[in-house]
């Protein structure tokens, strides 16, 4: 098991978002999160990622309790997040967006070639690379948002809402390349989707979040076919 | 609201503000008060070499903001503080004062790393406003105990080796001025090479723009709170004995200082190096011109006449890019 979070309770001052989560991730997975808008997809993320800390539970990596560990530590470990909304910077070309994806000390030495996989992924952002960041279109910003979390030579990487608000050409595209990162590259990823159907195509395995809770676990495959998931998430008859 | 590339228009614009100044004193010196157009030259010398130093003050007060999103309150206090440190160790080693420059940056960055890492760290994580609050006391808490340390009196710290005037073309530079403002240009160059283009300063960057992404990137959002705060105090130090030298220090003089410097990256826009010495140029050259022709008494007023055109002219434009 590499990510393992254990009946984790989070949320945001008095309010409560997630009230025991569990979830694992085994290395080489794609795992889904699915649920509805605040449900707490988001919030997960956040917890496994450091960014929000946890009031109840334990979250591991590989073995180690990470818990408590900053966000800093864990990238080093390897636990990349793609955040919602692509938060690139802006005002930075897209080349030093790039390279500040590699900023810790192992991924910096190996920048010339992850640099070269991203651009292979993603043709258009070798053109565009002397462009600031905030001139790209919403396709091309997640396009970028996912090369700067690889540039980070994730061992997990997880992403949140990577198809969100995109043309249906362009969410094909970026599905594409996270099913290519996975079974090429080898790297593990957790996604949070909305386009649920072609999430659970791609996915190994997925959990539904409802209410801050897990109600639902199983393969790829079976959710597709489970009646509750045909009908309140994929708007097919169950 | 970040550490950003130079915006050209604003640069554009600065320029503007520079010739219509100047154009406006140089009718009023030349015709209306009938002096010589070498008068003239010797005012906007005097002028831009003032400025320069008040850019490297500027500079620091920019890269703090930029990455804490914190007006830091006691910049003034902190220049005077670096000026009384390089005058008390001077005249203790019985140096050059210009030679203990690198030490005064030194302690101050020091202190910067104590009171980031200890004070506002910890004051940062209730939200924006007790960070400044904290800054404020800071600068009162300083300026009481260098009036304590050093009385209240006004000091000059002479350096022997520039103590001198040179006469270029007919126009009088004093050493001092010209020396500090050379090195002032070169600092404020070394820090924009450094937040360009070394590792560091490019997680500096990110800070500014994205703080969250920026941790996510793997950057220690708190190690580099610590360097920008130390940094920007550093060289306020070093432009507070700069100050020193060309006229004067004393305790009392941080609270102008600082509105001065708030005044200088408003004016450039907050964040840019670039704006920071543009801005502080243009500063010292209308505070020299109103200084000459309505009187140097009206000097400090000058800084906040500014202040206030700016946010009357361009309020948004120039605290926010978007």
Known sequence: MMLGVDNVVAGYGEVTVLKGINLTVRKGEIVSLLGANGAGKTTTLKVISGLLQPKGGRVSFNGHDITTARTNERVKMGIILVPEGRQLFPRMTVLENLELGAYTKKARTRIKETLHRVYELFPILKERKFQLAGTLSGGEQQMLAIGRGLMALPELLLLDEPSLGLAPKIVKLVMDAIDRINKVDGITVLLIEQNVYRSLQISDRAYIIENGMITLEGSGQELLNEPRVRSAYLGLSA | ?322
């Open chain 2, 1 to 322: 609201m970040s550490i950003a590339r130079p915006n050209f228009q604003l640069i554009a614009a600065l320029i503007l503000a520079f010739v219509i100044s100047s154009a406006i004193a140089y009718y009023y010196v030349v015709y209306v008060m009938n002096n010589t157009s070498l008068l003239f030259a010797q005012l906007v010398t005097s002028g831009l070499m003032l400025g320069g130093i008040y850019g490297l003050a500027a500079t620091g007060l920019t890269i703090i903001f930029g990455v804490m999103k914190i007006i830091n309150l006691a910049h003034g206090e902190l220049m005077m503080l670096g000026g009384f440190i390089s005058l008390w160790i001077s005249t203790f080693l019985r140096t050059d004062p210009l030679f203990v420059l690198p030490i005064s940056f030194v302690v101050l960055f020091v202190i910067g790393v104590f009171f980031q890492s200890t004070l506002f760290n910890s004051a940062m994580r209730y939200g924006l406003n007790p960070p400044v609050f904290l800054a404020f006391a800071i600068a009162l808490a300083l300026q009481n105990l260098m009036i304590l340390a050093w009385t209240a009196d006004v000091r000059i710290i002479r350096s022997p080796l520039i103590d001198s005037t040179v006469q270029v073309e007919g126009v009088s530079i004093q050493l001092a001025r010209f020396v500090s403002f050379i090195l002032a240009i070169v600092l404020i160059l070394l820090v924009k090479a450094f937040i360009e283009k070394t590792m560091i300063g490019k997680g500096l960057r990110a800070i500014s723009q994205n703080r969250e992404a920026a941790a996510l990137m793997g950057i220690n959002v708190s190690i580099v709170n610590v360097l920008a705060y130390s940094l920007g105090v550093g060289l306020a130090a070093i432009a507070g004995t700069m100050l020193g030298m060309v006229f004067s220090v004393s305790p009392l003089d941080g609270p102008v200082l600082t509105s001065k410097t708030i005044a200088i990256i408003v004016l450039g826009g907050i964040g840019s190096v670039a704006g920071a010495l543009v801005g502080g140029l243009i500063l010292g050259l209308i505070e020299t011109y109103v200084g000459y022709i309505v009187g140097s008494g009206f000097i400090n007023a000058v800084a906040l006449l500014t202040f206030l055109l700016v946010l009357i002219l361009r309020p948004s434009g120039l605290f926010g890019e978007r």
